[in-house]
């Protein structure tokens, strides 16, 4: 079935009074465990989650292409209705816009980790231990007092955890350079190399920047040193209102998800950092939009982390949530996730997602639960995360009739 343009929906939306909840549980997909054949979805108990399934439209969502092991950008981008690949978002604008740093169309961001490293120079632990924000706030002042670098202004800001946001600013910079994280421990991180020729100015002012925090960071543990990814300069995408007439609004405690939502024209609302202050938010702001995203962080991060259990333990916190959301009487909830993170895996993967649609208006599938295997017997099918948008509107009544 072909993808349908966005330009068509520009067309077809209109403005209702419907409300759509789009709740992303990051990571969500998982992998079967080697001793039980069950995945973390399969192992929880999601009473509240099945119970939906029942009187829900099922499928299993490819996020980007078969293959294809997503960022949540692209996974998310997708989900929102746009074309993960006709609309890249690097990481590093991501961040910057996240933290509400005023970033300018020539400057070059890079998502930071702290990490952890021998006296060897190799990488022990590439999150530094999940080290607290308020250290990682003493740490990138750290380094924005210490550090200069020829030529450009620098701006280092903590995001969230061990992560922070590196902001060249200068003439000539490219994000046309490579990351610095090998994304494994155990070895030395990269050189960044420049993608073409002409770019290599930025970056040694990247590789400066890594050897000049190391030395700063010398005494400090386990967060002595840094990588650098994801190198973007900040892109231009045509709002979720502009596309589909929609007043929308996000919840997330993560800033390179508000910053992604703000990217799309999403109005970001302040929260607290627990799930239920996520709900909280979304039953103080109810009346104001029409369209919610709301992102539940923490299953991706047991995933990395591999840690099976805890993912289980998530996806129940999640379940209990689902009530609460269903007392505000949503038009469409969609429940899905912006990638697969398997525990077994400790990473994303490739791997579709399953996604679920309840409203007035769907025909329920034979489905009584909400895993992998489930999805993939729902009538939607195996389809492109990028057609969910549409799935919405429709069963939000806020599309009209094509053509005569």
């Not at 502009?242 to 996000?250: G, P, V």
């Amino acid at each position: 079935m072909a993808t349908i343009p966005t330009e068509l929906f520009q067309e077809l939306a209109h403005k209702t009074g419907s409300k759509i909840v789009l709740v992303v549980c990051d990571g969500l997909g998982g992998l079967p465990h080697p001793e039980t054949g069950k995945t973390e979805l399969e192992t929880a108990r999601t009473p509240n989650l099945d119970a939906l399934a029942g009187r829900s439209t099922l499928g299993y969502a490819e996020l980007v292409g078969l293959g294809i092991t997503p960022g949540s950008g692209p996974g998310h981008l997708a989900m929102f209705g746009y074309d993960p690949v006709r609309y890249q978002v690097g990481r590093g604008a991501l961040s910057a816009v996240g933290v509400n740093f005023p970033i300018r169309p020539d400057d070059v961001a890079a998502r930071m980790n702290f990490c952890t490293l021998d006296e060897n120079g190799l990488l022990v632990d590439r999150r530094a231990g999940r080290i607290p924000t308020e250290l990682c706030e003493r740490l990138t002042r750290k380094l924005q007092d210490q550090v200069t670098l020829p030529g450009v202004e620098l701006f280092v800001r903590p995001e969230m955890d061990y992560r922070g946001v590196v902001v060249l600013r200068g003439e000539g910079l490219s994000d046309r350079v490579s990351d610095s994280d090998p994304q494994v421990v155990g070895v030395a991180p990269l050189e960044i190399e420049p993608l073409v020729p002409e770019e290599e100015r930025t970056a040694e002012l990247a590789n400066a920047f890594i050897s000049r925090a190391r030395e700063v960071l010398a005494d400090e543990h386990p967060a002595n040193g840094v990588l650098l990814r994801g190198f973007a300069k900040p892109p231009h995408l045509p709002s979720v209102d502009e596309l589909y007439k929609l007043n929308a609004a996000a919840i997330a405690v993560y800033p390179m998800y508000r910053g992604l939502a703000s990217l799309a024209g999403m109005e970001v609302l302040p929260t607290g950092k627990t799930m239920q202050d996520e709900l909280a938010t979304l039953r103080e702001n109810w009346d104001r939009y029409d369209f919610f995203f709301v992102h539940f962080k923490y299953t991706d991060s047991a995933g990395e982390d591999g840690d099976f259990d805890r993912k289980v333990r998530v996806v129940e916190e999640i379940d209990g949530l689902i009530p609460r959301i269903l007392e505000l009487e949503p038009d469409v909830l969609a429940i899905t996730g912006d990638h697969s993170t398997p525990s077994i895996l400790k990473a994303h993967s490739w791997h579709p997602v399953p996604f679920l649609l309840y409203s007035k208006w769907c025909l329920p599938d034979e489905v009584d639960r909400f895993t992998e295997r489930a999805a993939r017997r729902g009538s939607l099918g195996h389809f492109h995360a990028s057609e969910a948008m549409g799935l919405m509107l429709a069963n939000a009544l806020k599309l009209l009739k094509y053509g005569a």
